[in-house]
T-cell receptor, first 115, second 114 residues
């Protein structure tokens, strides 16, 4: 039982390049989330999904797209990376809505630098 | 505006000592409050989750308290260990434009020295 895994762990991009971050969970959770964590700020929700085939915008969705084609995977895409997207990205999952007291499990993070 | 404020921003204590971290929130309506521990370079790990009706919850040497009337919570760490060095994040469930959401504090960085 690996929990929540993220690929890659580190990445350096040039401005304008694109990439996809992969999140996988093996706990059969319905809800999945993408957050970003910046120095001096709390985690901020980018996008989330309440089930396979669904996605929804969070607090800071601009510049990102997501897809949930399989229940266990949640992909975060950057179509044209900008230096402002330099951050640590965390994926999380929960059995049901974390807002309703369900445990939320986080992955180890992806450190992305855009130059 | 929904906000979660934590204090102090950072704290240094000696191994074996106790400490208390504070969390004040202005989130409404309130559903639950959680404390997470985040080790450097790792994702957050849940310590406790408390609903409106709970005013204390323990997880080993960690004890969280909640006063929903004053909108304050604290995390007390007993007999600290070097492995307690981490960031501790208070998270409150509230409503935003997207529906029910978790609002994260900026965290308190705890350093335990020998």
């Amino acid at each position: 039982n690996a929990g929540v895994t993220q690929t890659p762990k580190f990445r350096v991009l040039k401005t304008g390049q694109s990439m996809t971050l992969l999140c996988a969970q093996d706990m059969n959770h319905e809800y999945m989330y993408w957050y970003r964590q910046d120095p001096g700020m709390g985690l901020r929700l980018i996008h989330y999904s309440v089930g396979e085939g669904t996605t929804a915008k969070g607090e800071v969705p601009d510049g990102y797209n997501v897809s949930r084609l399989k229940k266990q995977n949640f992909l975060l895409g950057l179509e044209s990376a900008a230096p402002s997207q330099t951050s640590v990205y965390f994926c999380a999952s929960s059995y049901a809505s974390a807002g309703e007291s369900y445990e939320q499990y986080f992955g180890p993070g992806t450190r992305l630098t855009v130059t | 505006k929904n906000q979660v404020e934590q204090s102090p921003q950072s704290l240094i204590i000696l191994e074996g000592k106790n400490c208390t971290l504070q969390c004040n929130y202005t989130v409404s309506p309130f559903s639950n409050l959680r404390w997470y521990k985040q080790d450097t370079g790792r994702g957050p790990v849940s310590l406790t989750i408390m609903t409106f009706s709970e005013n204390t919850k323990s997880n080993g040497r960690y004890t969280a308290t909640l006063d929903a009337d004053t909108k304050q919570s604290s995390l007390h760490i007993t007999a600290s260990q070097l492995s307690d060095s981490a960031s501790y994040i208070c998270v409150v469930s509230g409503l935003n434009q997207a529906g029910t959401a978790l609002i994260f504090g900026k965290g308190t960085t705890l350093s335990v020295s020998s």
